[in-house]
């Protein structure tokens, strides 16, 4: 395999910029369009009715492309043991830490701002948010949580790391070759279907998607061997590549309606085709991915930098999608009440300010902690 250029590194770090910066206005503005209780999930006829709710179903997408490139980057090399080892060492304790404090944190500032809330209730949302707001609750129950957890974006990290199991059990041997990838992904979707149709109960932090995510994981990597971003900057300057762009982009838009992967996606619910949305999700991905990275292609040579500002969040994206539940409830509690586990954004506009002043305070937390970290890592290094 070419070995990576620069501009191709350059391009990863702007997508993974792009992908936090619309999770973050995902969280930020869902409840302000909320319906009811759940996000609207449009069916084929709302296209037109409800863009909106498209529009969210397609960036909502950009977590699964988030997925895709870690698949891309993985590096062969390292034994099965090793990669996993490396991951809980990465996720399991930045985890614990971050929801023990920012848990106990916004209980401080919910009871200075809001009402009290007893300590007992607070060791309750804390466990709540260690094994995952729902587990082991039925499909289709609400569990009530109160106004300190954090943890909405968490199950990120979970599922992530429950995909890697099987992702490293297998790529280093299906992804020379398309048709052990596809065979290797269409099994590994089927396991998350039945899981998500048979199952009683949820999985921790909605486990039962994460060998759906492993094969969206091995989708990227099997992409990563046939050089699919050298090739497509190759083509950057042709008409074709813009055209299939083009042609992605609709059927993205198209595919999120009809099937749309859904803002449920914590509760192990991916859309409202049950355990077929764990098939569906790899076209619409697939679709998603292509004209995104058109796109930050695109942005790296004809905008510097803009460029060089996403491809800074994207180098801290994983620690800002950690980060940015507890600023969105924290910066929008200074002006409401936080009477539930929801964000208590209740405009568009608002959630584009806060989602702004959310991304730029996380990002300010994950450079001190990054610098913190690497000044001692030097004076280990130099004692």
Not at 165 to 174: E, I, Q, S, T
Not at 251 to 276: C, K, Q, T, Y
Request: aromatic share 10%; net charge positive.
């Amino acid at each position: 395999m070419t070995a990576p250029s620069t501009s191709r590194i350059r391009s990863l770090d702007i997508a993974k910029g792009i992908c936090i910066v619309a999770i973050v206005f995902c969280h930020a503005m869902e409840h302000a369009v909320v319906h009811g209780e759940d996000m609207p999930v449009p069916d084929g006829g709302s296209l037109l009715a409800d863009p909106v709710a498209v529009l969210g179903q397609f960036l909502y997408t950009l977590l699964f492309v988030f997925f895709m490139i870690s698949g891309y980057l993985h590096k062969p090399g390292r034994t099965f043991r090793e990669n996993v080892s490396r991951r809980i060492v990465q996720i399991v304790p930045a985890f614990v830490v971050c929801t023990v404090v920012l848990t106990f944190a916004m209980w401080l500032f919910v009871c200075a701002t809001s009402a009290s809330v007893p300590f007992e209730e607070f060791l309750d949302e804390l466990l709540h948010s260690l094994i995952g707001d729902r587990t082991l609750e039925e499909p289709g129950h609400l569990h009530v949580i109160g106004p300190c957890n954090v943890s909405t974006s968490y199950y990120f990290f979970i599922v992530f790391l429950a995909a890697c199991v099987p992702f490293y059990a297998l790529v280093d041997r299906v992804s020379d070759s398309a048709v052990k990838t596809a065979v290797a992904m269409a099994l590994l979707c089927a396991a998350s279907a039945v899981l998500i149709g048979m199952l009683p109960v949820h999985l921790p932090f909605a486990c039962e998607t994460a060998f759906a995510t492993a094969a969206v994981m091995l989708m990227g990597a099997r992409l990563a061997r046939v050089d699919f971003l050298g090739r497509m900057e190759k083509g950057m300057g042709t008409r074709r590549l813009w055209a299939m762009a083009v042609l992605a982009l609709a059927f993205g838009i198209v595919w999120s309606a009809v099937f749309p992967i859904g803002f449920n996606f914590v509760d192990g619910v991916l859309g409202r085709h049950g355990g077929l949305s764990s098939f569906l999700i790899v076209p619409g991905t697939l679709a998603c991915a292509f004209c995104f990275m058109a796109l930050c292609m695109g942005i790296a040579k004809a905008l510097p930098s803009a460029g060089r500002a996403l491809s800074v969040l994207g180098a801290f994206s994983l620690s800002i999608m950690m980060f940015h539940v507890f600023f969105l409830k924290l910066v929008s509690g200074l002006f409401r009440p936080i009477e539930g586990n929801y964000i208590p954004i209740d405009s568009v506009s608002e959630g584009l300010v806060f989602g702004t002043a959310s991304i730029a305070l996380s990002l300010a937390l994950s450079m001190a902690i990054s610098t913190t970290i690497g000044k001692k890592s030097r004076k280990v290094r130099g004692s």
